[in-house]
């Protein structure tokens, strides 16, 4: 335990909810500096940008981009050179294509090549992506492009009808009720953003009332979660007959990809259902679902490619690259996030230019092996009835066997499980097992994986 924490922990919980004011201070003064409302503003402006404006905006922040990225950086100097690729003619996202994908290992091996030399380290903050399937990757972006990214993501929460005033109750990952404390409160108050911050680690069914109280008290019209801790939530609530007294305006999720039984439990005890939103550290894809429910890419900051998979065509693999990190390019960076298209090309009331995704299915790595050597995805799609399972985890250690973890609500009957059999039966060519345990590991993060594959 750092000396920080263990003087964060020692403490009284007023004291507590001091230093979480103290140290949100600090982080929303860099997050919301002068310069991110100027960039705000922008971003609003070009939320609904005709189709042909956007693009000649995408080319110009690309063409940039890449001039930076060539004069700065030994890797992509060398890279441009060997495949004639000319930054300063850049006209077309075709002539992108030529260039190889670039994997995260590579900037996790070594990162220095890819810096641009010239960006003054006092212009950049440290960014620490967590990668739920091993070493996460640590890179340097500027002041600008933090504050661009929370600005394309408040564009999507404004666009919803949340304001910067709006009072959040925020279940994230992070420790910020002791662990050992074992009374309530269960949350602390972070005052700059507006936060009451829930902790997920002391949620039970002993604690939900205490939880439900305390948005009530504080008339808190915004939830926003991972999808696991909110469908648990959800389920405890459904479980005990507990509801809000006031409305819930909205629910965000973040950080894991929403399940559909997840969406649904959720709507339920809530009333309200979960908006949807992606994006990862590394700036170079955003979508966000709008007012009418489409998800739309946020093209105006980032450039998206989606390539299919070879096994699934109507899959997509998210491939981007970055418009607004001037410390380091992401050129044609592979998230390992896949998406669903829509069959054929679908139009939005609301009018953006933004091309639709029809879902965000989650991880690459989300995949078992079949009993014939086959690899197939374990989607959310066949838990999407089954709203008396509170959390899920599949288990692979060998070829073709597999092992559903299953937490049960107290609704689950014998029913459930016969559904959940027909449905694993109907799917995959493997051998299971089903095990009814009382709660399943978080990573240290606190997400929840729904496929853990002890296979290389
Ligand atoms: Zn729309």
Redesign the pocket.
């Known amino acids: 335990m750092r000396l920080s924490e263990f003087i964060y922990e020692s403490s009284p919980i007023f004291l507590q909810n001091f230093f979480c004011g103290l140290e949100g201070r600090r982080i929303f003064q860099r997050r919301f500096s002068q310069n991110f409302f100027t960039i705000f503003e922008d971003i609003k402006e070009r939320d609904k940008l005709p189709k042909d404006e956007l693009e000649s905006l995408q080319l110009k922040r690309m063409r940039g981009q890449l001039i930076l990225a060539y004069e700065n950086s030994d890797y992509y100097k060398t890279l441009f050179d060997r495949y004639m690729f000319d930054p300063y003619g850049f006209e077309s996202f075709d002539s992108l294509r030529d260039l190889p994908i670039l994997m995260k290992e590579q900037l996790q091996e070594d990162i220095e090549p890819f810096l641009n030399k010239k960006s003054a380290p006092m212009e950049s903050v440290t960014v620490r992506t967590s990668g739920t399937t091993g070493a996460g990757l640590i890179f340097p972006e500027t002041k600008e492009c933090e504050n661009e990214k929370w600005a394309v993501w408040w564009r999507y929460r404004t666009n919803l009808g949340i304001n910067f005033d709006t009072w959040c109750a925020n279940f994230g990952g992070k420790v910020i009720v002791p662990i050992k404390q074992t009374k309530p409160p269960y949350h602390r108050i972070i005052k700059p953003f507006r936060q009451v911050t829930f902790s997920m680690y002391h949620l039970g069914p002993d604690t939900v009332i205490e939880y439900v109280r305390v948005i009530n008290e504080k008339k808190l019209e915004w939830i926003h979660g991972f999808p696991s801790t909110l469908a648990y939530m959800a389920s405890l609530m459904l479980e005990q007959n507990l509801s809000f007294d006031h409305r819930i305006a909205w629910v965000t999720i973040g950080a894991e990809s929403l399940l559909p039984h997840q969406k649904e439990i959720i709507r339920r005890a809530f009333g309200t259902a979960p908006k949807q939103h992606y994006g990862l550290s590394e700036p170079v894809a955003n979508i966000s679902e709008?007012?009418?429910?489409?998800l739309?890419v946020d093209e105006d900051f980032a450039y998206v490619e989606f390539l299919p998979l070879e096994d699934d065509p109507n899959r997509c693999r998210i491939v981007g690259s970055s418009f607004a990190n001037d410390a380091l390019l992401f050129l044609r960076y592979c998230t390992n996030d896949i998406v669903t298209l829509p069959s054929k090309p679908k139009k939005?009331?609301?009018?953006?230019a933004?091309r639709?995704v029809e879902e965000i299915e989650g991880r690459r790595y989300d995949s078992i092996v079949q009993k014939d050597g086959s690899k197939i995805m374990i989607l959310g799609h066949i838990f999407r009835d089954m709203v008396n399972i509170r959390e899920v985890q599949v288990r692979q250690d060998k070829s073709g066997f597999v092992t559903f973890y299953i937490v049960r609500s107290k609704n689950y009957t014998q029913k459930d499980e016969e559904l959940l059999r027909y449905e694993i039966e109907m799917r995959f060519k493997i051998d299971y097992d089903i095990e009814y345990v009382e709660k399943i590991e978080k990573t240290e993060r606190g997400k929840l994986r729904l496929v853990v594959s002890e296979l290389s």
């Open positions: 709008c007012e009418y429910g489409s739309h939005c009331p609301c009018g953006r933004g639709i």
